[in-house]
Structure formats: structure tokens, C-alpha cells
């Protein structure tokens, strides 16, 4: 699948339609796991969103805010604020994963869709989360130690 985009929409085939989607300030857009992958600054605000190929927002981090909005399958957009919030990432399995905390205290959370939280996660000693990314069928959690 074929992305292209500008400032101001991301356009895509599917399904042998085109989907547009259309947002002030996109700076990047690009296909992963199963979502459109979208980042925004606009007014001094940096957002990443992720996107169905049918062109409908699913999730909406606001790296400001501490907050993240999430559609739930029975179309009710949910916002969670997660305090000392640092990443998102989405897995395959329409997962949300969550980092947060502050130097070498940081925790991992897994949340589904509705907002519910299905598990809390910590580091090994000595090491905290630094990063979330996709890999394959799921996340890969980027740590690094404290020396």
C-alpha cells in the first residue's frame, strides 16, 4: 500500500478505493502494522495518531497533555490521562501499550480499547523503559540502564 501525503492529508488505496484523511500539520505518515501511522505539530503541539485503512482515527496521543484518546469499538472516543506519560504504541492485536514515570521508576501498561487495563509491567532492576516501537505481531520495549 502506496501512502502519500503533505501538511495537510494523507491519501491511501484501499479495498480499490482512495481514503483521504485530512489534519493541519502532518509532518510524517507511513503504513505499520495494520494502521496508518500518522505524526502532527500544529501550534506548537506534537500528536501522533493512528488511523484504520478505512480512514478512521483510533488513537490520538498528545505528547504535551498526558492524555490519550482512544475509539472504542462501539464508537465512543475515551481519553485516559496516564501522569509522567512518555509513550504509546498499538499492537497488532489492537492493544495499547503505555509508558510512564520519571528516570529509573518507569512502568509499562497494557490497555484494551474499552480503557480497561489488562496488566502493569516493570523493568528489570537497574534499567528503565525508554522506548516503544512495533515489531511484528507485537511491541518491542527499548530499555537502558542506569550506568
Known sequence: MKISYNEVEVSWIYNNRKIKYTCNGIQFAAKTDGVIYIEIFNYDVYER???TFEGDLILSHNIDN???KILSQDGE????RIPLLKEV???NSWNIYTSFGEDFNTKLHEYTFEGVLLKELSPSRGYSFYRLGNLNEGINVICRGNK
Open 77 to 80: 472516543l475515551k481519553t485516559i
Open 89 to 91: 504504541s498499538l499492537s
Open 49 to 51: 495518531q493512528y488511523v
Open 66 to 68: 498526558e492524555e490519550i
